[in-house]
Structures are given as structure tokens and as C-alpha cells.
């Protein structure tokens, strides 16, 4: 808690800094940020080629009931991500290319790892912590698109599920949040924050898909906590390869919108952090999201599905394995079901976790939340989660959780 009182301090001494020059702007509730427009500085900006971003996000969990334990804990968890996007096209007369740096900040502590009730729990009831409480170079890349922008090539710092198994985040419960390939395959496939040197190579096929394959760097001293900024090669011992398929349609009578993906990855990793002989793993992917109505006509309102699964190799004698062979989810939103909060949300989600050996089963993970869209710049979601059979065990604790999420763009 004292790191939030701590960030939101400095927030409001940033903004009482620069609102007494442009007060007009700052928590207008129909601007994007919370800062405003500096008086048309911002998007002056933007149009030179310069977007510049701060986002800040958290997130608060507590333990309402358990099967088994009574200590009912509270836990805060958040992230700090600074960002810039350069046109570079606008800015060196490099015509269609674009950089990326951003960098990132997590504090907080977890739930799941504090809680008696959540203790070996697979997933987390607060997704946002993770990888290390630490500062990180998350994104540092350049790309350039060529033959009338068909291709499409990247090449830098970044980590694979910024394009592959890419998945929005909008719960709390790391279940029904992004990429699932990273939560399982952690040892080698790094998500957000961490960032590795890669390639990524992405061919539109039609206006609507495209097939993309990288190559990723693994090195496990990404992963330490004093190695945020780490550029340098030495640790590698292999690379991630992932091929996908990705499908943009639109749908039904009023053209909605979908994406689909199906994946796979090869590892050429063949030793462990133990520096032990392990085998080289592959997994893959498919995933589903499908606007299925729209509101009244309003396709910015409606019903919303989506569904993903994912398999994985796993090796028993491998001690950063995490054993879990495959999971499933399956999920439906709502936006703007009530005329009077248009941009308000309602989601239910449920998520699946296999983990092999004869004590365990599945984990199961499940969320409703509502989505409080309060202003432009800041998205408020309460919300409930229940976990059944904690750590995938056959005889595991259940439990329920309260939590609230939200997302702040300065």
C-alpha cells in the first residue's frame, strides 16, 4: 500500500505541475489522457511522429472465503509502463517504419504467493505481478514494412506475445489475461515485462491475413531482477521459434469483427538453468474472439466471445518445467448493455489448467467482473474470482476472491 500511496503521490505532483499552465486540459473526462492536451502540445507531437505514453495500472485482491484457511489477506500489486512510439517516416524521412522503447516498472505483492487458501495456486489472482518487482527495458525495436506494406519486418527487444499468441488483458485473474502460452511455457516463452533480441517476419496474404514467424532469443539471466536493462548476449543458449496464422474477418449481417489465431513453437533450448541435458520442447495454439451482436445497431456496443486453448510439451526430469500440459478458456463481454453507461463492460470468464502427475487434475479459475468506464483516461473493473482445486491438486482448496483493477492513462 505504501507504493501506492507512494506513485499516486507523485502523480498528483506531476499533474498539479503541469496544470497550472494548462488547467483547461488535465481530467477532462473526454480526453484520452488524464493530463490532457497540454494545450494542443500533445498532438502537435504526435503529428511531428512523437506518441508519447504513461500508463499506470493496479491492482487489489482479497480473500472473501476459503475451504480451508481463515486468514483472509489483502494484497496491492501494479505496474508503471512509460512509452514512446516513433514514425520515423515523419521524423528521418524513413518511409514506413516505425520504433518502439518502453519502459516498465512492477511493485506490489501477490496474493496468490502470500494466502494460505491460494498457496501452489498455478494461476494468479493478479496478474500484473510477475517477472520480477523491478524496473525492465520491455520494448526496444524497429520496424520497416516493404512491397506496399505486405511485409512487415521488426527487429529489436520485445517478447513473443507482443505478436504471437497475442491476447488483450482486461481481467485480473492471469487465466483469462493475454498470451497463455507464456503463463505455462514460462521457462522459456518470456512475456511482458521481460523483453529478449528477436525477429519477426509478418506477410499479409490478404486484407484480412497475414502469417508471421520469429526467432527469439533464451537467456535466462533476462529473467534476474538486476538484469532489466541487460543488452548483452552472454547466458543464450538457444531460441524460440514461433509460425502463426492470424484471421481479421468481419462477420454476421453487420460485418462485426473477429480475430483468430492458430500457432505453434519450436525451442532448439536443450539445457535447463541447472545447466542439466533437457529435450526440446514445442507447444501450440488456437484462439478465438468474435463480436456477436451489436447493440441496437451500435457496433461500438455488444456481445463479445472468446475462447483459447494451448498445449505443451513437458519433461518430468526438467526442473523448470512447470508440468502443466495443456489449458483451456472460454469467455463472454458485454459493452454498453445499460443506455445509460454505453462504454460500461460485463464479462464472465472461465479458465482450465492441466497439470500431469497422479496427485494433480485441473485448476480451475473463474471471473466476473464489471467494467466502470469512469472517464476516457481511466477504467475502473471490481470484481469476483473463484479458484477450485488450488494447485491442480485432486483434493485441493476452492476459494473465492474479491479484487479491483483499473487502468490509468496519464
Excluded at 507512494?6 to 498539479?16: G, I, Y
Excluded at 516505425?98 to 516498472?105: D, E, F, L, N, V
Aim: glycine share 10%; charged share 20%; net charge negative.
Amino acid at each position: 500500500m505504501s507504493s501506492l500511496i507512494f506513485r499516486l503521490s507523485m502523480s498528483v505532483f506531476v499533474v498539479s505541475g503541469l496544470t497550472q499552465v494548462h488547467a483547461e486540459n488535465a481530467f477532462n473526462a473526454q480526453s484520452p489522457y488524464m493530463l490532457g492536451d497540454w494545450n494542443g502540445e500533445r498532438t502537435a507531437l504526435k503529428e511531428q511522429g512523437y506518441d508519447f505514453s504513461l500508463e499506470y495500472a493496479g491492482e487489489l485482491a482479497n480473500l472473501m472465503d476459503s475451504k480451508t484457511a481463515s486468514n483472509h489477506g489483502t494484497e496491492y500489486s501494479d505496474q508503471i509502463a512509460l512509452g514512446a512510439n516513433l514514425d520515423l517516416s515523419k521524423i528521418l524521412g524513413w518511409s514506413d517504419t516505425q520504433a518502439q522503447i518502453t519502459i516498465t516498472h512492477r511493485s506490489g505483492q501477490n496474493l496468490t504467493n502470500t494466502s494460505d487458501a491460494l498457496r501452489g495456486q498455478l494461476s494468479s489472482v493478479q496478474e500484473v505481478w510477475g517477472r520480477g518487482q523491478t524496473w525492465r527495458l520491455t520494448d526496444l525495436w524497429i520496424k520497416k514494412q516493404f512491397l506496399d506494406k505486405a511485409l512487415d519486418v521488426k527487429v529489436g527487444r520485445f517478447g513473443e506475445a507482443e505478436d504471437f499468441n497475442s491476447f488483450e488483458c482486461n481481467f485480473q485473474n492471469l487465466t483469462l489475461c493475454g498470451g497463455q502460452v507464456g503463463n505455462w511455457a514460462g521457462d522459456q516463452w518470456y512475456n511482458w515485462p521481460v523483453s529478449q533480441w528477436a525477429m519477426r517476419v509478418k506477410y499479409n496474404l490478404s486484407p484480412d491475413v497475414y502469417v508471421q514467424v520469429g526467432a527469439y532469443e533464451h537467456n535466462p539471466e533476462n529473467l534476474k531482477r538486476g538484469k532489466g536493462f541487460n543488452l548483452s548476449t552472454d547466458g543464450s543458449n538457444g531460441a524460440i521459434i514461433p509460425v502463426e496464422v492470424v484471421w481479421q474477418p468481419k462477420l454476421l449481417n453487420e460485418s462485426l469483427p473477429g480475430e483468430y489465431r492458430l500457432g505453434y513453437y519450436y525451442s532448439t533450448v536443450d539445457t535447463n538453468t541447472a545447466n542439466q541435458k533437457i529435450k526440446n520442447k514445442q507447444g501450440s495454439w488456437f484462439s478465438a474472439k468474435q463480436q456477436l451482436t451489436a447493440h441496437h445497431g451500435d457496433k461500438n456496443r455488444g456481445l463479445t466471445g472468446f475462447v483459447s486453448t494451448s498445449f505443451f510439451d513437458h519433461d518430468v526430469n526438467d526442473i523448470d518445467d512447470s508440468q502443466v500440459s495443456n489449458m483451456q478458456n472460454i469467455g463472454l463481454e458485454y459493452t454498453g448493455l445499460f443506455d445509460a453507461r454505453p462504454l460500461d463492460e460485463l464479462a464472465l470468464g472461465l479458465g482450465r489448467i492441466h497439470k500431469a502427475g497422479e496427485q494433480y487434475d485441473d485448476e480451475y479459475n473463474a471471473e466476473f467482473y464489471y467494467g466502470i468506464h469512469a472517464t476516457n483516461w481511466l477504467k475502473i473493473r471490481p470484481n469476483v474470482q473463484y479458484v477450485h482445486h488450488v494447485g491442480a491438486l485432486k483434493d485441493g482448496n476452492n476459494a473465492w476472491v474479491g479484487g479491483i483493477k483499473f487502468i490509468t492513462v496519464f
